[in-house]
């Protein structure tokens, strides 16, 4: 099942709440910021304890880790780095794409029945949130067909951006 909200994603009672993280995985500025506040220092540890696999990285663009949700009401947070957006012609809807399908499959791997994601790549990450959100809604699409009884949620900051995912979401029905 698929649904659309507009709201704060770190009030959501899911399973999983996905983070629109950095690859250091330490917090940082808008829904990230925003997770990192509401989980608690306990959030902040367990990303330190994230093995790094390069200097700097615990997370590569595209690629999803899983940690407890400590404070907030969601039992997992599951950090995934969404692509800085250039023009679209560098490999960003591939990753922006892949963000989605492995921050699933983790959902999936941990028993998750409900997991919400934010806009990825929408904020600073500068990713255009029409062109975005076709992506998002795709991947969860098709997903859902192999997944019954799995509800992923649409969690939007703007009614701007929720209308533009529900316009969306009427197209892969």
Do not use: W
Not at 41 to 49: F, G, I, K, N, S
Not at 54 to 75: D, S, V
Request: glycine fraction near 10%; charge should be negative.
């Amino acid at each position: 099942m698929l649904k659309i909200v507009q709201g704060d994603i770190t009030r959501l009672e899911v399973d999983a709440i996905v983070n629109a993280a950095n690859q250091v995985m330490l917090g940082g500025g808008g829904v990230d910021g925003a997770i990192h506040r509401a989980a608690g220092r306990e959030l902040y540890e367990a990303c330190l304890d994230v093995p790094e696999v390069g200097p700097g990285i615990r997370c590569p663009t595209g690629e999803a880790r899983i940690t407890p949700g400590f404070r907030l009401p969601a039992k997992f947070v599951i950090h995934t780095v969404g692509p800085v957006y250039r023009d679209g012609r560098h490999g960003e809807p591939e990753k922006l794409a892949a963000c989605y399908r492995n921050s699933l499959a983790l959902a999936a791997e941990n028993g998750c029945r409900s997991i919400a994601f934010p806009c990825i790549s929408t904020g600073v990450y500068g990713y255009p949130v029409a062109d975005a959100a076709k992506i998002a809604v795709r991947e969860v699409t098709e997903f859902l067909k192999t997944h019954d009884g799995i509800e992923v949620v649409f969690c939007c900051f703007s009614s701007e951006d929720k209308m533009i995912y529900e316009r969306l979401s009427k197209e892969y029905r």
